[in-house]
């Protein structure tokens, strides 16, 4: 494997990790505050 | 999650798929740089998908600045749409900047260089994050009108950006896109760029939608809290002058 496809699977994996990570923390926000407001929204 | 959004998730994950293995199997490698040229498949549209964030985060930014004191629901919406567009467009802005340090590695020899593209598009970054910490520590009842200045300030670097390969030629190859005549891609090699255009700004609207649904349930909530603590010191003043 030569530089090029090495540093080629490298940003395809960096682009799909970031935004898996990025995406989880999104997924967790978004339940938290549902959460979040169902609380504040009993009497 | 409502169902639109599941629908959208599976269109946008599917158009993915495909713009990966069309990247990846279907157009030959590049003339010039071989494998390292499919780099270009990913690194041009999220590029995109970070202009059409931070155009979204200017346009919440400046409805928020016009409606604040008229029509408060409409200046919270607009206020979560610019915070959750900001925050996706650094995530792809940093994706940006991670695979073109791979691909100048791969290329150039180097991981980076001060060239005005790279430079303009480190400090974009930064202005970013910067609006994000901004709203994320600065507490009272300006923070989001100062957010909201400071994105608009912001966006000034977003032209730049573009314009900096066409206006100083430096290590940075010119735009492939839109460039002097004789630029542009092989058509055979074009499937690929479209497949990812679509499906990553297709992604960074999803994303943006969750967040932005994530922040708007925020707000709201804090703005329960705050009736709640009202009413409370209504009802206790009420009963101490009994």
Redesign the interface.
Known sequence: MDIGESHMIMAYAAVIGIHAIYLAWVVVKFRRSGKKLKQRALP | ?KLWRWIWLAVTLAVLVEG?RVA?WVVPPDAA???????IY??VP?WAAMGLMFLTNLIGSLVYLATRNSNHDLAMKADALAVSTAEVGV?FC??GL??GS??G???WGIWWTWDPRLTSTLVLWLIYVAYLLVRRFAAGPQMRTLAAVMAIFGYVDVPIVYMSTRWWRTQHPAPVFGGAPGSGMAPSMMPAIWWNLAGWMM?AVF?AS??Y???Y??Q??EQ??GL?ALETDATLTAEARR
Do not use: K
Request: no cysteine.
């Open positions: 999650m990966f990846l740089q071989g494998q390292a040229g499919r780099i990913y690194h999220t995530i940093l994706i991670v695979t791979l691909w590695r791969a290329v992604w994303i969750l967040r649904v994530a922040e349930r925020e709201l909530a329960q809290a709640s």
